[in-house]
């Protein structure tokens, strides 16, 4: 150091350093103490900010899977008209039917397999109905039907499909359940 910068600095002695200390204590002890607070404040800084960017992280990802999701719903209405084309044509018409017709019913399921696979390559996957138990939370029950022999509060029918994106709800699935109150057939044993 040059003699300039001795003079510029201000001598200090080692008890005027740490401002907080109590009454008697050592200056050695609140140096301590004040360096094992600015050690924790130091942690829990970096603690913090490793949550926050463990939660940018995950932001970011679900912002990712789930960006598509409006495109999506308005895709599946689609998917519903398609199924609703393909179900208006039953299997014995289709099969008397002209090789013209045959080949606009066999396009117009090229192209409904087309889109539910493109659906699922982005997450979009239909809600199972096929245990037939009811739902609320995957299936909204639009009426009470005779049960036809299902316990009741079982699915009936699927009147329109639900989808899932990712592991979120998409479109509830409607169905009718069966009526409660019924009773299902008794079974007979004697057979």
Do not use: W
Not at 90 to 97: N, R, S, Y
């Amino acid at each position: 150091m040059s003699e300039e910068t001795e003079q510029e600095m201000p001598e200090a002695s080692i008890a005027d350093f740490p401002k907080n200390a109590e009454a008697g204590q050592e200056p050695t002890a609140a140096l301590r103490a004040e360096m094992e607070s600015l050690r924790d404040q130091r942690l829990r800084a970096l603690a913090e900010l490793e949550n926050v960017r463990r939660r940018a992280d995950r932001d970011k990802q679900e912002a990712s899977q789930y960006a598509v999701t409006k495109f999506a719903r308005d895709m599946v209405s689609i998917a519903d008209n398609f199924s609703r084309a393909l179900n208006a044509c039953p299997a014995p018409l289709k099969e008397t039917a002209d090789p013209q017709i045959k080949a606009v019913l066999e396009g117009v399921e090229a192209t409904d397999r087309q889109l539910m696979a493109t659906l699922e390559r982005y997450g979009v996957k239909p809600v199972s109905t096929e245990n037939g138990k009811f739902d609320p939370n995957l299936h909204q029950a639009i009426a009470e039907v005779p049960g036809n022999g299902k316990p009741a509060g079982t699915i009936v029918d699927v009147v329109q499909s639900g989808y899932m994106i990712g592991d979120r709800l998409l479109r509830p699935a409607m169905v009718t359940v069966a009526r409660r109150g019924e009773t299902p057939p008794p079974v007979d044993t004697k057979a």
